[in-house]
Each structure stands twice: as structure tokens, then as C-alpha cells.
């Protein structure tokens, strides 16, 4: 019974089915390629034969089908084992998984008007099966039966780690609660289910209509050749022929506005950005976040918590909210001091060119880069020729796996795709054993949900038979057509960053799919793909793929010095952004129950200012209204863990400095004690037992540039 967080559910998604019988029961089973396991390698969807009418029949029925696989665990009169209740509930919702891994991915990579409507429709009747099985009260007997006698069951580890993760879930959920408070409980799930669901259609409608349309090529001085052909070529797409157009990003500030001279267009695209969401339009999506906060505050009280946070970080490393704003206390006033520090470098840069006005956010990143220019000579536009999005893919990210994990790749052109510029890889060990399938989709579309991210199709599992078929998918600019993919150095890194993801998945030897890979807590999950990022700068690996599109040659050595020299440049900035973005999740789900619905501009400004962070040059990365990571994504309470697990990976980089950096001996050690775990043991033992002590943040604060070595 495998638990999972995906785009289209907020929470743990594990479904029911009551009065949607008689759908279930009317689709034809024959023509839904759902109904039956693929045929092709690895399980890959045929998406050749995906229709968008095929899935709410088949999760209707992969949900009858669980619960029916439930129901006979939990009225099993014979002695409750494990082999009798874990094993059985483990293989259980086959058809739902399968057809809700490829509904996530559309509706996340590539959704349309049917699919939000079955999204909308769907989070309500998910939540409440979820709540069907946990809250079932035979079914929890048997675990917690099965718990209190651990010690005397003869369970290998990750045995015993899968009865210890169940029960917490099921104590999590509220199965110890009175059947009055259940009851409760399940309203108030499905409530929070649906109002995410309609979160995520109305943010992405948001951010398509936000797009700034720009009248004149002469108010985009400053972008490339290449980017003006693209903006024009999207706003011709548009139906705004003869106009350009700039897409949003999902956070708050966009990039181009690093490199628009024009103050007015500047301010125009962040405004369109900090404002997609508070219009007072269909697509604001304040009402709904306010709502989602006070029923996440009114869940935690009946399951005896003070706050959101409290209940939720009972399971991950952090443990507590106390250990989460103590951490980010820790780094509020260094990264401001630099912030403010960094501010005023820029002002005077702008006193200096006689610009007569005070920084705005929507100056910073275009007299940043300035200042970088001057600081270390080091123009953007100088090195995104040496960053072609394949060879950065294959020369680049693939070529690290093999030089730290031996692994191998191979394109498979003939799996069918979900959109044409999609491209599938084999994997394959040392050993020419295969590993799994790899999807990659990097091209933003105005279908497709802003940031990056990473999830599995079919999840590995020795039990099941499975192995791996993984994704990526990212939001670069893409090119004209018959232009080359020319991306900056911070996509090079975050095209590093979701393949680390991959390999936490790809790398997975569970028995067990609910502690498989990447199945771990939020604040653990973020470790081995930051941990990847280090290999972009890595001498060996850079001049393989750092090569010039027309030429051929690799980048000139006082570039490359330029970009690791420059690395801790803006850092202040960059640190406090996303520290207001973490503090803001927090003050949010530290709300008590008591507390009403909240106004949400008055309540993001008092946080801001609570935790120091309200600096007016330096907004948060994502505001409230737009905050898709926690009202939608699951990381509520949770987004501090990109910060905690930068920690993490700082630390652990380390360790491979001090013994001896890449090599096939180190990385085979990384991935035989931290990638190939999953969940299957405490992530303290797990981390200290390879580094040699518990985290350390002082690697972190240096590589910041907020500590000097």
C-alpha cells in the first residue's frame, strides 16, 4: 500500500470509492490501457494509447479494487502477521498507482481543461479512500498488534522499519481518534483536498494570464537575438502577432529581468509576477489559501496538536517547528547583513550612473549582474554559449553518474512520449544489468506547472517486480525553432540537481515500494539531489560538456574561474529569498486552531516582519498567493528543507574533498549508503554513519560566502 505525494493531491494520496461504482463498473476495461500492466519494457505507459476520458474510470476501479484488498486484510480472523497484513497491503492498489503516477505526470508536464476537471473532481473521493484505509479500525488493530510485539516477530530491518513507518502513519492519520472526531477529520480532508486541487488550476491559469505582453522590440534592449525570436515566437502563438511576450516563472523574481534595461519593462514583468495571483480575478487564489490554512490548523487540533507543523514534522528529521525556526534563526542575520550589504553596492552602482531612484526588487537582478560584471568580469551572455541543453543532459549530468556510479545511458526513441520533446534513456550498470527508464522534459509550456521536479512512473520494489521509470521535468526557455537550447549556468545546475533526485529513485533496492527511494522524509528528500549539484563545477566533468555550440572548444579557463570565483556573489540576496519563503511556510502552519481566517496580505507582511526578514528590496522567492510548494505540493511545513538539506549535502561534499573528491570508490559509497537506503532507517544513523558525525552547517555557511574558511 504505497503512500505518495504527487501534483495532484496536497497531502498523502490513498483513495476510496463509494457511490462511483457504477462508473467503474460501465467503463471498458478492454480499451483502457490502464485496466492492464504494460506491455512495454519496464511497464513504460503506452502513451500512444492514453486517452484522457481513461482516467477516471480507472481510478474509480483501482480504488474499488484496493479497498476490496483492504477490506479482506482487515476482517483476516486469523492471528494478525506480518506476512498476513504488511506484505498483502503492500501489493495492494496495483491498477490505482499505475493509473494515478501518469495522471500526476499530465496533469503537472501537461494538462488541459479535461484533466483539471477530473483533478478537481477526483480530490475529494482520493482523500476520502485515503481515510477509508487509515482510519479503518480492524485494519489498525492488526498494525498496531503487530507494533507492540516487534521485538518478538523475527523481521529483517527494513521489516521492521515498514511496520514502524505504518504505524506512525496510521497514528498520524488519526487512527487512534474517537469515530466522532474521525468523522470529522475525513470533512475536513476532503475539503483541503479539493480546495488544492482548485489551488493548482487557478495558479497556473494565474500564471498564463499574468504573462507580460511587451508592445515594441525596443522596450526588450538587453535580451539576445535569440530571446527576442523566442518572445516574439510565443506571443505569434498567443494570437498577439507582432507583439512580444514573456512567460512567468513560478517564482517571484523571472530572469529576465537580469538583463532588460528598460526600468519600466523591468517593473511591468515583476509586477505581472509578485501580482499573478491577486487580481481579485476567477484565478486569485487568496480565499482559498486563507481556507486551506485555518482547516490545516482545525486537522491538527482534533489530532492533538497545536499547529499544522507540529503534527506534520512529527516524521522527519527536524522532528518539531521549535527545531525548524531555531535552525532558520540561525541563519536569518547573517544572510540579511549580506543582503543589505549587497543592496548597497548596488544602490551606488545606480548613484554612480546618475539613475536617480532607490533600489527596487525589480532592479536588483539587472544592476546584480552589473555589479558581477565588474566584480569578477563575468558576463552571462558570455557563457551560455558553452551550456547547449544536451550536451549539458548527456556530456555533463550523465557522464558525472557514470564517473562516480558506473552507470550507462542509452536512448530509447522508440517508447512513446507525452509530448514530442520529450526524450527516454535506458540505464544500465556496470555489470550491462539494466536499471530503469529515464523521461526528460525540459521546455516550459504554458500547460505545464512552473518550477522542477522529479517523480516516478513505476516505483522499485523487489515485491513487485519492478524496477524504476523515473522523470524530470524543468521550465527552461525554449529555443526558436532551428535555434540551439541555450541555457544559463543556474539551469545547468538544477537539470544536476532533479537527476540527483532521479538517482535517489533509480538507485532504490527496497522490497518494499512504501519505503522505496525517494519515499523518505521532505527534509531528507532534497539532500541527494542538492548533493549533485556539486559535480557541475567539478574540473573533470566541466570541460566535458562546458563546450562552445558552433566551435567545439571548451570554455577558456578564465571563465570557468570567473563562474566558481563569483559563486558566493549575490548570496545574501539568494539566502534571504528563500529564508522568507521557508519563515512565511512556517507562520503559516503554526496557526492554531483558534485563529480565524486570515487576510493573506496583512498576514505575509506581520510575518515577514516577525522574523526579521521583511526587506523591501528583497522580496520573499514565492508569496503566499503563489506558494504552489505548500498549498498543493506537499511541503507544508516543509519547504524549510531545502535549506536543512543543504546542510546536508554541504557536509557530505566534504567528505569526498577530504578523501579524495570524484572517483567510482566514493561514489560507489554514496550510493551504497545513502542512495540505495530509501527509507529503511533512522536518516541521523543514516547520515552520520557515512560522514562520520551528525550534520554540521559550517561547510554550508562557507560555501554561502557567509563564513570565511
Known sequence: MRIFYGLMMATLVMASCNNDKKTAENSDSTSNPFFQKSKLDYQAPDFDKIKDEDFEPAMLEGMKQQLADIEKIANDTSTPTFDNTFVPMEQSGDLLYRVSNVFDLLTGANTNPTLQKVQEEMASKLAAHQDAIFLNQKLFNRVKTIYDNLDKENLDAESKRLVEYYHQKFVMAGANLSETDKDSLKTINGEIASLSAKFTNKLLAASKDGALVVDKKEDLVGFSDEAIKAAEAKANDAGKKGKYLISLQNTTQQPALQSLSNRSTRQKLFEASYNRAEKSDSNDTRAIISKIAKLRAMRAKILGFDSYAAWNLQDQMAKTPDAVQTFLKRLVPAATAKAKNEAAEIQSVIDKQKGGFKLEPWDWNFYAEQVRKAKYDLDDNQVKPYFELNKVLENGVFYAATKLYGITFKERKDLPVYQKDVRVFELFNEDKSSIGLFYCDYFKRDNKSGGAWMSNIVTQSTLLETKPVIYNVCNFTKPADGEPALISFNDVTTM???????????????????????????????????????????????????????????????????????????????????????????????????????????????SLKKTGLALSEVPPRYRSSYFLHIWANGYAAGYYAYLWTEMLDDDAYTWFEENGGLSRKNGQRFRDMILSRGNTEDYNKMFSDFRGHAPDITPMLINRGLIVK
Open 496 to 606: 544536476f540537481h532533479e537527476f540527483g533526485h532521479a538517482l535517489h529513485g533509480f538507485f532504490a533496492s527496497q522490497k518494499y515500494p512504501s519505503v522505496s527511494g525517494t519515499s523518505v522524509a521532505r527534509d531528507f528528500v532534497e539532500f541527494p539531489s542538492q548533493f549533485n549539484e556539486h559535480w557541475a563545477l567539478e574540473p573533470s566533468i566541466f570541460k566535458n560538456y562546458a563546450v562552445n555550440y558552433k566551435t567545439g572548444e571548451a570554455m577558456p579557463q578564465v571563465l570557468v574561474d570567473k563562474i566558481k570565483k563569483s559563486r558566493t556573489f549575490n548570496q545574501g540576496y539568494a539566502l534571504t529569498e528563500l529564508l522568507a519563503a521557508a519563515s512565511l511556510d512556517m507562520q503559516w502552519h503554526t496557526l492554531s486552531a483558534k485563529d480565524g481566517e486570515k487576510n493573506v496580505d496583512e498576514f505575509e507582511a506581520a
